[in-house]
């Protein structure tokens, strides 16, 4: 079984609220989207340390932005 610990997160309301947005949405507990969230960053940072990049498309063909970060 897989060990977790109790943390205390303090949040501006405007992160407060994304927070309760996002789990309402996903239908996801707070701390899964948290969770969540962490993962994806972690997945990012990973391919940003080989060079990759990051593209966002949008559904009209002539939209796409690229994220360096």
Known sequence: MNKK???SLNLSVTELE????LSEKK????SAVLRQ???????IEERLERGDKLYF???EQDKSEVLIL
Request: net charge neutral; aromatic share 4%; no cysteine.
């Open 5 to 7: 610990t109790l943390i």
């Open 18 to 21: 994304l927070l309760n947005y």
């Open 27 to 30: 239908e996801m507990s707070k």
């Open 37 to 43: 969230a962490l993962r994806m960053i972690g997945v």
């Open 57 to 59: 498309e949008s559904l």
